[in-house]
């Protein structure tokens, strides 16, 4: 258990819809990740929030959207969905600003039909 | 060519037989790397991490970093059922807080 906390572990959702997935960090971690993972691409680094300032984007679509909260848990927000949006969706969390050892949680499956 | 190159065809090995996984990168920036396994539908779960070249060891793992080359290895010995996983390097560059992946090894170790 790495001690980071993702919740849902799975949702079913229809092309259009909204969803909000949820993280808490390992406790005392200041940073927290997210990444998404999918068979044809991969672990794609989406966003990183540093003590609730956002500290490094990678490739985040435009209708997904995230914050970190004063408590440092995270929401990651996924909206207008399509089909390809279904992966895996991973948080992670690390101590410090520098995301070169980090701990993931155990992902948010979506599925989008 | 992407950043960070990893076979991701499926390695089926005998128990106790040595693992050896690798990866190439482009990215000369890269100082940090990792190996991460990852069972089936969890997370993935740091293994080895190296800063620059050189050889590190951790029990039956072994990570090998060739800047030169811009390649790196893990070696799994005495290999178990129990590591029949999905095996990821990742690397970053100095300061840089973004993770780049390769696709995973899957590995299945056959009693």
């Known amino acids: 258990d790495s001690g980071v906390t993702q919740t849902p572990k799975h949702l079913i959702t229809a092309t259009g819809q909204r969803v909000t997935l949820r993280c808490s960090p390992r406790?005392?971690?200041?940073?927290v990740y997210w990444y998404q993972q999918s068979l044809d691409q991969g672990l794609q680094f989406l966003i990183q929030?540093?003590?609730?300032?956002?500290?490094a984007k990678g490739n985040i679509l435009e209708r997904f959207s995230a914050q970190q909260f004063p408590d440092l848990h995270s929401e990651l927000n996924l909206s207008s969905l399509e089909l390809g949006d279904s992966a895996l969706y991973f948080c992670a969390s690390s101590s410090g600003v520098s995301g070169n050892t980090i701990y993931f949680g155990e992902g948010s499956w979506l599925t989008v039909v | 060519q992407k950043e960070v190159e990893q076979d991701p065809g499926p390695l089926s090995v005998p128990e106790g037989a040595i693992v050896s996984l690798n990866c190439t990168y482009s990215?000369?920036?890269?100082?940090?790397f990792m190996w991460y396994r990852q069972y089936s539908r969890k997370g993935p779960e740091l293994l080895m991490y190296t800063y620059s070249s050189g050889n590190k060891e951790d029990g039956r793992f072994t990570a090998q970093v060739d800047k030169s080359s811009k390649y790196i290895s893990l070696f799994i010995r005495d290999s178990q059922p129990s590591d029949s996983a999905t095996y990821l390097c990742a690397m970053s560059a100095n300061g840089n807080n973004r993770l780049a992946f390769g696709k995973g090894n899957q590995v299945v170790v056959i009693p």
């Open positions: 990215n000369s920036a890269f100082q940090y």
């Open positions: 406790s005392g971690d200041l940073s």
């Open positions: 929030y540093y003590n609730g300032e956002e500290r």
